[in-house]
């Protein structure tokens, strides 16, 4: 069994940045995927960003594309988001997540998901 926390949130300003957290507690957690996903109100969970178990392959959704950097430390048990130059459209609850199966790639469907957090607010103001 695993665990994450997610820490990091915040209110910033449009342009700003926020690097968040994800922590795990509990075995297995540097052998899987894990992929940062983002929910806001009245809409449905969508992918932002994932990495593979080793660190080696990334993936973005396209409305993050060069100012969001996934990154993991697996002697921590921990996985970031950096996000730069942020905008209002990014305002939602951030939720990280780990894929124990398909540890390999990096999946964007949230059924492939074994584990997740309780989220982060990331509030983007005008």
């Known amino acids: 069994q695993v665990h994450l926390l997610e820490s990091g949130g915040g209110l910033v300003q449009t342009g700003g940045s926020l690097r968040l957290s994800c922590e795990a507690s509990?075995?297995?957690?540097?052998?899987?995927?894990v992929g940062w996903f983002r929910q806001a109100p009245g809409k449905e969970r969508e992918f932002v960003a994932g990495?593979?178990?080793?660190?080696?392959?990334?993936d973005y959704a396209d409305s993050v594309k060069g100012r969001f950097t996934i990154s993991r430390d697996n002697a921590k048990n921990m996985v970031f988001l950096q996000m730069n130059s942020l905008k209002p459209e990014d305002t939602a609850v951030y939720v990280c997540?780990?894929?124990?199966?398909?540890?390999?790639?990096?999946?964007?469907?949230?059924?492939?998901?074994?584990?997740w957090g309780r989220g982060t607010q990331v509030t983007v103001s005008a």
């Open positions: 997540a780990a894929d124990r199966t398909h540890f390999y790639r990096v999946s964007v469907t949230t059924t492939n998901y074994d584990y």
């Open positions: 509990g075995r297995g957690f540097s052998e899987y995927a």
């Open positions: 990495i593979i178990w080793s660190g080696y392959k990334t």
